[in-house]
């Protein structure tokens, strides 16, 4: 081996290597933590969540308040780093950073509510449900969405008095240790949350160390199995959420133009590059035709662009290795009987880009039928009426989000909340994650719920209480 390749080697090992999605350049580097600094960490984190577990709500408050406001204040330059790491266009890093401030804001304003003693009517008896933090909760986060993503679990985690570790996606260190300054500077205790610059391969080994009370993932699916069958080996809890290939009904009496418009930005958010991005658009066969014309127009207005400006709708895919694969689910989705009705051709020039594409005539044994197609690509499958389409729509390893497009609200209202099998169904708008709604998906979706009382509970001890005079005597009631 040459010293050049040795030292090559040796870089990969110990350093994360960033590079611009847009030109394809190498950016900065950053040395990587052991898996012994990774024990350590979760030793020191255990330790200062002794101390934090005892805070009032109003003190955690305060912290996570102003968490948000640096968080705004820094908005751009926050905005210029995910471009720069995984090409989110500058108009879309500025939205999350906001979306990230309103959520701290949320669980500051509503955690002590979310988490406040409920009583439980024992015939007279005190008895009530008390909401405990549970310890350090390590997360594995993903990299299409660098900062939302670890604030969605951190502000509610905290807000409970747990502990947390981060274990980030290897392409954004950037932004994974810019949001440990950003808790830092907020007066986040320096132990309590740690970002942790290691590979995956050692996440399994973290999740067993003894103060590590839980794991959460946003993930692939092969991801979610792996981390699910850590814990388990270890009973500890964890939250999933992984993959979607979210279906969305178009019915027969929906608005063509105003449902294709619905369904362009459905499939075009973050490029595409979404679990909860609308994937399949099931069409009653009675307005093929026209939604077809006016999914094209409206895809065709996500033009690719330089993410750095503002107003670019479209900007290039995380890597070329992930732009590869959409485009190879592409060409093997058109071999088995796809039409092409826009995009599906790589760009001549350097970078990951891929362009908004649009297929049709999809089936069962095509890619973009039976696989999540994690970029700007579309796929419109017929369906003969209602019942069809729904069937057509559950027929998914995955159930994250979902969507119907009708005029008649009855009808949308009664499908979304009885017949998709999906964790979220939205009607004649696209799917998206609020801190006011419970958020999550059923099947190979995952398991486990964030976002709202829902989330914030996820990762505490629900505890019964009972209080009785002693001296009053005892009964015979059994479990």
Same mark, same amino acid.
């Given at each position: 081996?040459?010293?050049?390749?040795?030292?090559?080697? @040796?870089?990969?090992?110990?350093?994360? @290597?960033?590079?611009?999605?847009?030109?394809?350049?190498?950016?900065?580097?950053?040395?990587?933590?052991?898996?012994?600094?990774?024990?350590?960490?979760?030793?020191?984190?255990?330790?200062?969540?002794?101390?934090?577990?005892?805070?009032?709500?109003?003190?955690?408050?305060?912290? =996570?308040?102003?968490?948000?406001?640096?968080?705004?204040?820094?908005?751009?330059?926050?905005?210029?780093?995910?471009?720069?790491?995984?090409?989110?266009?500058?108009?879309?890093?500025?939205?999350?950073?906001?979306?990230?401030?309103?959520?701290?804001?949320?669980?500051?304003?509503?955690?002590? #509510?979310?988490?406040?003693?409920?009583?439980? &009517?024992?015939?007279?008896?005190?008895?009530?449900?008390?909401?405990?933090? =549970?310890?350090?909760?390590?997360?594995?986060?993903?990299?299409?969405?660098?900062?939302?993503?670890?604030?969605?679990?951190?502000?509610?985690?905290?807000?409970?008095?747990?502990?947390?570790?981060?274990?980030?996606?290897?392409?954004?260190?950037?932004?994974?240790?810019?949001?440990?300054?950003?808790?830092? @500077?907020?007066?986040?205790?320096?132990?309590?949350?740690?970002?942790?610059?290691?590979?995956?391969?050692?996440?399994?080994?973290?999740?067993?160390? &003894?103060?590590?009370?839980?794991?959460?993932?946003?993930?692939?699916?092969?991801?979610?199995?792996?981390?699910?069958?850590?814990?388990?080996?270890?009973?500890?809890?964890?939250?999933?959420?992984?993959? #979607?290939?979210?279906?969305?009904?178009?019915?027969?009496?929906?608005?063509?133009?105003?449902?294709?418009?619905?369904?362009?930005?459905?499939?075009?958010?973050?490029? $595409?590059?979404?679990?909860?991005?609308?994937?399949?658009?099931?069409?009653?066969?009675?307005?093929?035709?026209?939604?077809?014309?006016?999914?094209?127009?409206?895809?065709?207005?996500?033009?690719?662009?330089?993410?750095?400006?503002?107003?670019?709708?479209?900007?290039?895919?995380?890597?070329?290795?992930?732009?590869?694969?959409?485009?190879?689910?592409?060409?093997?989705? =058109?071999?088995?009987?796809?039409?092409?009705?826009?995009?599906?051709? =790589?760009?001549?020039?350097?970078?990951?880009?891929?362009?908004?594409?649009?297929?049709?005539?999809?089936?069962?044994?095509?890619?973009?039928?039976?696989?999540?197609?994690?970029?700007?690509?579309?796929?419109?499958?017929?369906?003969? &009426?209602?019942?069809?389409?729904?069937?057509?729509?559950?027929?998914?390893?995955?159930?994250?989000?979902?969507?119907?497009?009708?005029?008649?609200?009855?009808?949308?209202?009664?499908?979304?909340?009885?017949?998709?099998?999906? $964790?979220?169904?939205?009607?004649?708008?696209?799917?998206?994650?609020?801190?006011?709604?419970?958020?999550?998906?059923?099947?190979?979706?995952?398991?486990?719920?964030?976002?709202?009382?829902?989330?914030?509970?996820?990762?505490?001890?629900?505890?019964?209480?009972?209080?009785?005079?002693?001296?009053? $005597?005892?009964?015979?009631?059994?479990?």
């Amino acid at each position: 081996m040459s010293d050049q390749a040795e030292l090559t080697r @040796q870089e990969s090992r110990d350093k994360l @290597q960033t590079v611009n999605p847009a030109t394809g350049e190498p950016g900065r580097s950053y040395e990587k933590h052991t898996i012994d600094d990774a024990y350590a960490a979760a030793k020191a984190a255990h330790e200062a969540y002794l101390q934090w577990r005892r805070t009032s709500f109003s003190e955690r408050s305060n912290v =996570i308040r102003k968490a948000a406001e640096i968080l705004r204040a820094r908005k751009d330059e926050f905005a210029r780093l995910m471009t720069d790491e995984m090409g989110k266009t500058f108009d879309d890093g500025r939205a999350e950073v906001e979306k990230c401030a309103f959520h701290c804001d949320w669980f500051a304003d509503n955690a002590e #509510g979310y988490l406040a003693n409920e009583p439980v &009517d024992f015939g007279g008896e005190e008895a009530f449900v008390t909401f405990n933090p =549970i310890g350090v909760v390590l997360a594995v986060m993903p990299w299409n969405f660098p900062f939302w993503q670890v604030f969605r679990f951190v502000a509610p985690a905290l807000m409970a008095g747990n502990g947390a570790l981060l274990k980030h996606a290897s392409n954004v260190p950037g932004c994974a240790l810019a949001i440990e300054e950003v808790l830092h @500077q907020a007066g986040v205790p320096h132990d309590l949350f740690r970002t942790l610059l290691i590979g995956s391969g050692d996440v399994e080994a973290l999740i067993k160390e &003894d103060h590590i009370a839980a794991v959460t993932l946003t993930g692939s699916v092969g991801a979610g199995r792996s981390v699910a069958t850590a814990a388990g080996s270890v009973l500890k809890k964890c939250v999933l959420e992984l993959g #979607g290939s979210d279906a969305y009904v178009i019915l027969e009496d929906a608005e063509v133009v105003a449902a294709a418009k619905v369904a362009a930005t459905a499939r075009m958010v973050n490029g $595409g590059q979404s679990c909860i991005a609308g994937k399949r658009f099931i069409v009653v066969r009675s307005i093929l035709e026209p939604f077809e014309k006016a999914l094209v127009d409206a895809m065709r207005t996500f033009e690719m662009g330089d993410p750095r400006k503002e107003g670019t709708k479209l900007g290039p895919m995380q890597s070329v290795h992930a732009r590869d694969d959409i485009h190879k689910q592409v060409d093997g989705s =058109i071999r088995n009987g796809a039409r092409l009705l826009l995009g599906g051709k =790589i760009p001549d020039r350097p970078g990951a880009w891929y362009p908004a594409t649009v297929l049709t005539n999809v089936l069962p044994g095509q890619p973009a039928h039976d696989e999540e197609v994690f970029g700007p690509v579309a796929a419109i499958i017929a369906a003969e &009426d209602e019942k069809d389409a729904i069937r057509i729509a559950n027929a998914s390893e995955f159930g994250l989000g979902s969507g119907v497009l009708t005029s008649d609200l009855d009808r949308g209202r009664r499908i979304a909340a009885e017949e998709l099998e999906a $964790g979220m169904s939205f009607v004649n708008e696209n799917v998206r994650s609020d801190p006011r709604a419970p958020f999550g998906g059923v099947k190979h979706s995952g398991y486990g719920r964030e976002c709202s009382a829902y989330g914030i509970r996820e990762f505490v001890n629900i505890k019964t209480v009972h209080v009785k005079p002693l001296g009053h $005597g005892g009964d015979n009631r059994t479990e």
